[in-house]
């Protein structure tokens, strides 16, 4: 769905992932038709790029919890 959502209104992604000032230039590249492809294409890899990062925080707290239950 975010991927949609960067395709369709890149600024839009960039406020819903908390990056206000990311999402001010995003808008200001959307506002030029030759700037929407790369507001998209930034968008989109933004998202992927938080995707990859809340996949890396669940694997080390699973990791950080099964070394911790060793212990115990």
């Not at 959502?5 to 590249?29: E, N």
């Not at 959307?30 to 998202?47: D, F, R």
């Amino acid at each position: 769905m975010r991927l949609l959502i960067a395709l369709l209104l890149p600024c839009l992604t960039f406020f819903m992932l908390g990056r206000p000032l990311a999402g001010a230039a995003a808008l200001i590249l959307q506002c030029t038709v030759i700037g929407w492809a790369p507001a998209a294409l930034w968008a989109m890899y933004t998202v992927n790029q938080h995707k990859t990062e809340q996949e890396l925080e669940g694997a080390l707290s699973r990791s950080y919890m099964r070394r911790r239950s060793r212990l115990i």
